[in-house]
């Protein structure tokens, strides 16, 4: 594979973000705002992280995705993450890289050069319209990472219904059959299979790290059936079932045979607060009682039950 360098670009005022969720989204906008040129990068293919795959805020039940929300009672009138996802991503003093990693950092405090390796999606996004004729006619279908496998997607495809860029990815891997059938009929030419990777070097005066957080991996209880039970579902995957954009449009179904659920539990305190992880993560309790009304909402008869040490509603005074 070939490796194209691209030389430092000067921007000794300049400040790098490292992750494109709403942290370093939030960082970006502030930064930008006050006047200051920033490079967001982020290693998957568009912004958001894993806000992005949550259906609804708490407690004002907007949906995360949405232009703006109402009062709905709770004196909550402000946007959610569409404006920092699509109008800020053409803020002027904001350059998103995505599908990038940080490959090396050199210099000191006011004045860092860094080295950024940018993979290829092998869409251009400034001439990607999102019309999807090339998603209509790829023969290929993978498990879909934004529905956590809970739907599929074509190798090419829009990360989200609603990402930023705003464009179309393909995802080579194993997958594509370099069949070209995308790029005959991508009308503005958007699609280059034979893009490479390439490095890019940036100096900034200063680095901010908001990497997000790993999902814990269920595996590691195996006691729950998470993986043996079809209907054994971690909280994020029950998310995307109760999301509007998820593979059931916000109606949950049991993936074992797909028909509504009549009781629901959720168990909490898994992977925190044990032997190896002697901390509260501080979410998942006012995590579960959002799912707990939502899916009363959608499923008016539903027996819902939450098990837990204690109730921990951080936050909520």
Known sequence: MQVRQDGPEPRMGAVLVVGGGIA???AALDLAEAGIKVYL???????????????MMFPTHDCVLCRGSSDHGHGCSRPT????????????NIDIMTMTEVSGVSGSAGSFTVSLSRQPRYVDPTKCTSCGACEKVCPVELPSEFQLGL???????????????DAYIVNKGDYCLNCNKCVEVCAPGAIDLQEQERVQEVEVGAIILAPGFQLYDPALSEEFGHGRYTNVLTGLELERLLSRTGP????????????????????????????????????CCMFATKEAILMKQREPDVQRRVFMMDDRAFNKE
């Open 24 to 26: 370093g989204q939030r």
């Open 41 to 55: 990068v982020e290693s998957s293919s568009s912004l958001g992280g894993k806000v992005a795959q949550i259906g």
């Open 81 to 92: 993450i569409s404006p920092a996802f699509l109008d800020h991503s053409k803020h002027p």
């Open 151 to 165: 739907a599929t997607q074509k190798a090419i495809h829009k990360t989200a219904p609603r990402s930023a860029p």
């Open 248 to 283: 059931t449009f916000g109606s949950p179904k049991r993936p074992s045979d797909g028909s509504a659920p009549k009781r629901v539990a959720w168990l909490q305190c898994i992977g925190s607060r044990d032997q190896n992880h002697n901390y509260c993560s501080s979410i």
